[in-house]
């Protein structure tokens, strides 16, 4: 194969970006549910829920770390690997980035303060006014990256006159067009897949008999908050689907096999394209395209064909946005069931056939985190700053771009093989039920 340094600097940059986001939807997402664990054990005076607070903190602490190492490769690998987008670019995502930073030591500062402190309050609501900062500063983090990612979808505050950038304004580069939907659906989405893996875990341990309350408080807390936060992931793709109508629209044609300007125009599912661009085997639901779109049946949605073929996005994202849809369904309904189920029964009980549910729901809901990313980086191809510059124009020219991808994908390999026996190595060291009795929460005996 002939090197090519655009092909492996996009391959570098995917992998890291894949293995990064693992990290960064658990420093988003478990800030939140350790405060709601925490919340909850005091407003209930349950120690279950400070123990399940106290649990995941230690857990969290360790991803954090390695999100660290990974986010640092990101900004090294943006300079190194696309010096011609940093040129443009670097100065319209220079305050994001600071800021970003500045949100990571605020969250970094009281993370440690709240890991050394417990038990340390006469109050208890001291410890947990602790998290506050922890929460704002990881869902700030997240807010000021998405903000740059917003910016190469729809570039604004900025002229380019000769290949250099004048007439620079931070503030709208930052709050562009692509913003409020993007940051509140990485927020709600990394919220929902967080929930849902906890959750998997809690229902895991159940169907291996551990069958013990502080599993069950923690099956309902989670998926409670499950349910709300996926609610709200689908209603902010539908509000994603209206932007992309009016500022993306040849995405979302690429998403929807929609090659011809019309109104009442159906959302395909599924499918296959022939020679011609025919779709075949597709499920075809009449007008809902032009509502996704306009909410309004009658909507005109922009096909491909207006647009220059090598403008195009890759038309394999319709099944990435197929995956996307089918998977959000299935999430919202594992946690519809869960809470009817409850409900009828009005205890904390689950059936087996329910928790096996959520058990694919954690692992699925964090591939749909990665499927997401994908759609949204090839359905901005072939611009790595739309309207302004291609990705073949902003890649490196040197040499051993393809060496670098091995070593680093020999690194993720050795972190992510780490980061699964510490995890399991700590929570094996400190079994749930004696650190009970330790605590004081159970007495000593058999264990459940």
Same mark, same amino acid.
């Given at each position: 194969?002939?090197?090519?340094?655009?092909?492996?600097?996009?391959?570098?940059?995917?992998?890291?970006?894949?293995?990064?986001?693992?990290?960064?939807?658990?420093?988003?997402?478990?800030?939140?549910?350790?405060?709601?664990?925490?919340?909850?054990?005091?407003?209930?005076?349950?120690?279950?829920?400070?123990?399940?607070?106290?649990?995941?903190?230690?857990?969290?602490?360790?991803?954090?770390?390695?999100?660290?190492?990974?986010?640092?490769?990101?900004?090294?690998?943006?300079?190194?690997?696309?010096?011609?987008?940093?040129?443009?670019?670097?100065?319209?995502?220079?305050?994001?980035?600071?800021?970003?930073?500045?949100?990571?030591?605020?969250?970094?500062?009281?993370?440690?303060?709240?890991?050394?402190?417990?038990?340390?309050?006469?109050?208890?609501?001291?410890?947990?006014?602790?998290?506050?900062?922890?929460?704002?500063?990881?869902?700030?983090?997240?807010?000021?990256?998405?903000?740059?990612?917003?910016?190469?979808?729809?570039?604004?505050?900025?002229?380019?006159?000769?290949?250099?950038?004048?007439?620079?304004?931070?503030?709208?580069?930052?709050?562009?067009?692509?913003?409020?939907?993007?940051?509140?659906?990485?927020?709600?989405?990394?919220?929902?897949?967080?929930?849902?893996?906890?959750?998997?875990?809690?229902?895991?341990?159940?169907?291996?008999?551990?069958?013990?309350?502080?599993?069950?408080?923690?099956?309902?807390?989670?998926?409670?908050?499950?349910?709300?936060?996926?609610?709200?992931?689908?209603?902010?793709?539908?509000?994603?689907?209206?932007?992309?109508?009016?500022?993306?629209?040849?995405?979302?044609?690429?998403?929807?096999?929609?090659?011809?300007?019309?109104?009442?125009?159906?959302?395909?599912?599924?499918?296959?394209?022939?020679?011609?661009?025919?779709?075949?085997?597709?499920?075809?639901?009449?007008?809902?395209?032009?509502?996704?779109?306009?909410?309004?049946?009658?909507?005109?949605?922009?096909?491909?064909?207006?647009?220059?073929?090598?403008?195009?996005?890759?038309?394999?994202?319709?099944? =990435? #946005?197929? $995956?996307?849809?089918?998977?959000?369904? +299935?999430? !919202?309904?594992?946690? &519809?069931?869960? *809470? %009817? @189920?409850?409900?009828?029964?009005?205890?904390?009980?689950?059936?087996?056939?329910?928790?096996?549910?959520?058990?694919?729901?954690?692992?699925?809901?964090?591939?749909?985190?990665?499927?997401?990313?994908?759609?949204?980086?090839?359905?901005?191809?072939?611009?790595?700053?739309?309207?302004?510059?291609?990705?073949?124009?902003?890649?490196?020219?040197?040499?051993?771009?393809?060496?670098?991808?091995? =070593? #680093?994908? $020999?690194?993720?390999?050795?972190?992510? +093989?780490? !980061?699964?026996?510490? &995890?399991?190595? *700590? %929570? @094996?060291?400190?079994?749930?039920?004696?650190?009970?009795?330790?605590?004081?929460?159970?007495?000593?005996?058999?264990?459940?």
């Amino acid at each position: 194969m002939q090197y090519d340094p655009v092909f492996f600097s996009r391959m570098l940059t995917e992998l890291t970006l894949s293995f990064h986001i693992i990290f960064a939807t658990i420093g988003v997402g478990v800030p939140v549910m350790i405060a709601l664990a925490e919340w909850r054990g005091i407003r209930t005076n349950d120690p279950h829920y400070l123990l399940l607070a106290r649990r995941w903190t230690r857990g969290f602490v360790i991803t954090v770390a390695v999100g660290v190492v990974t986010g640092t490769a990101i900004g090294l690998q943006l300079s190194l690997l696309w010096p011609s987008f940093m040129k443009i670019a670097g100065q319209a995502i220079a305050l994001p980035l600071f800021l970003e930073t500045f949100a990571f030591f605020i969250e970094a500062i009281f993370l440690g303060i709240y890991l050394y402190t417990w038990d340390r309050f006469k109050k208890k609501t001291t410890h947990l006014l602790l998290m506050i900062p922890i929460v704002i500063g990881s869902s700030a983090s997240a807010f000021f990256i998405t903000t740059l990612n917003a910016f190469m979808n729809t570039p604004r505050g900025f002229t380019l006159e000769n290949g250099v950038i004048k007439n620079l304004q931070p503030l709208v580069a930052m709050f562009n067009p692509a913003t409020p939907t993007k940051v509140s659906h990485v927020l709600a989405s990394s919220y929902t897949t967080c929930a849902l893996i906890l959750a998997a875990i809690a229902a895991w341990q159940l169907l291996r008999g551990k069958d013990h309350v502080y599993h069950k408080k923690a099956l309902k807390l989670t998926m409670t908050a499950a349910f709300v936060f996926a609610v709200s992931t689908a209603a902010i793709g539908d509000l994603s689907g209206k932007f992309l109508a009016k500022y993306q629209p040849e995405k979302l044609a690429a998403a929807e096999w929609h090659f011809e300007t019309e109104t009442h125009a159906p959302l395909i599912l599924g499918g296959a394209l022939d020679e011609n661009n025919e779709v075949k085997y597709g499920i075809s639901i009449p007008y809902m395209l032009s509502v996704l779109a306009h909410n309004d049946p009658g909507g005109k949605v922009i096909g491909l064909n207006d647009f220059p073929k090598d403008e195009w996005p890759p038309l394999v994202i319709h099944y =990435l #946005f197929n $995956f996307k849809i089918a998977s959000g369904m +299935f999430l !919202v309904l594992v946690g &519809l069931l869960y *809470l %009817f @189920r409850r409900r009828l029964s009005r205890t904390l009980e689950a059936p087996r056939w329910l928790l096996r549910m959520i058990v694919v729901a954690g692992p699925l809901a964090m591939l749909t985190i990665e499927v997401g990313w994908f759609f949204a980086e090839l359905g901005r191809q072939p611009w790595i700053l739309r309207g302004f510059m291609k990705v073949a124009d902003a890649a490196t020219t040197s040499d051993h771009v393809d060496m670098m991808l091995v =070593l #680093f994908c $020999f690194l993720y390999l050795l972190l992510g +093989f780490t !980061v699964v026996r510490v &995890l399991g190595k *700590l %929570f @094996r060291k400190h079994d749930v039920f004696e650190e009970m009795i330790t605590l004081g929460i159970e007495k000593g005996g058999r264990r459940p």
